[in-house]
Nanobody, 124 residues
Framework: QVQLVESGGGLVQAGASLRLSCAASGLTFSSYNMGWFRQAPGKEREFVGAISRTGGTTSIPDSVKGRFTISRDNAKNTVYLQMNSLKPEDTAAYYC?????????????????WGQGTQVTVSS
């Protein structure tokens, strides 16, 4: 049974940093491209980063480029999302996802497995 478990969310002030983690089990982690998405209340789920199986290629959208970075540790079956200079508009539930096919997906249908999410709240 595949499980993706996010952690590291919380309540922070604007300008702070957080590092989210996503621990994977039940799959061959190094065979999956991984992604991070977020969803604010009343909004669609939004892509915020993806990383290739080896970690050699990443994709970060312009909306968070320069503030968010994605990385992974295949020995620990874990993918990370480092978020710096957080803004109130970054407030959302953050989800990690796993994609078996080649390529870095940027849309939710391109991912096979999802975690339950971790909440990030940024106060002004």
């Amino acid at each position: 049974q595949v499980q993706l478990v996010e952690s590291g969310g919380g309540l922070v002030q604007a300008g702070a940093s957080l590092r989210l983690s996503c621990a994977a089990s039940g799959l061959t982690f190094s065979s999956y491209n991984m992604g991070w998405f977020r969803q604010a209340p009343g909004k669609e789920r939004e892509f915020v980063g993806a990383i290739s199986r080896t970690g050699g290629t990443t994709s970060i959208p312009d909306s968070v480029k320069g503030r968010f970075t994605i990385s992974r540790d295949n020995a620990k079956n874990t993918v990370y999302l480092q978020m710096n200079s957080l803004k109130p508009e970054d407030t959302a539930a953050y989800y990690c996802a796993a994609r078996k096919l080649l390529g870095l997906g940027t849309r939710t249908p391109e991912y096979d497995y999802w975690g339950q999410g971790t909440q990030v709240t940024v106060s002004s």
